[in-house]
Nanobody, 121 residues
Framework: QVQLVESGGGLVQAGGSLRLSCAASGRTFSSYALGWFRQAPGKEREFVAAVTWSAYYADSVKGRFTIARDNAKNAVFLQMNSLKPEDTAVYYC?????????????????WGQGTQVTVSS
């Protein structure tokens, strides 16, 4: 059974940092695109970042967030710096087959349950 489990969320003040982790099990994800999405209250889920052989970022997080993968650990990480209140959301990791795009939810096959990130002003 494939599982993606996020961790590392929490409450942080604006300007602070958090590091999200996503541990995958049930199969090897070294040949998959790994991504992070987020959903704020009352809004649709949106793309944040993804990593294949390259890294991709939403404009809203470019320069502040860094995505990294560790294939040996079957994991993906999201380092979030200079956090803003508008970054408050539930963050989800996802895995999808390589060769497709990386910014659409439909391009991912597996999803985690999410971890809450709250940034206070």
């Amino acid at each position: 059974q494939v599982q993606l489990v996020e961790s590392g969320g929490g409450l942080v003040q604006a300007g602070g940092s958090l590091r999200l982790s996503c541990a995958a099990s049930g199969r090897t994800f070294s040949s998959y695109a790994l991504g992070w999405f987020r959903q704020a209250p009352g809004k649709e889920r949106e793309f944040v970042a993804a990593v294949t052989w390259s890294a991709y970022y939403a404009d809203s997080v470019k320069g502040r967030f860094t995505i990294a993968r560790d294939n040996a650990k079957n994991a993906v990480f999201l380092q979030m710096n200079s956090l803003k209140p508008e970054d408050t959301a539930v963050y989800y990791c996802a895995a999808g087959s390589l060769g497709l795009g990386v910014v659409k939810e439909s391009e991912y096959d597996y999803w985690g349950q999410g971890t809450q990130v709250t940034v206070s002003s």
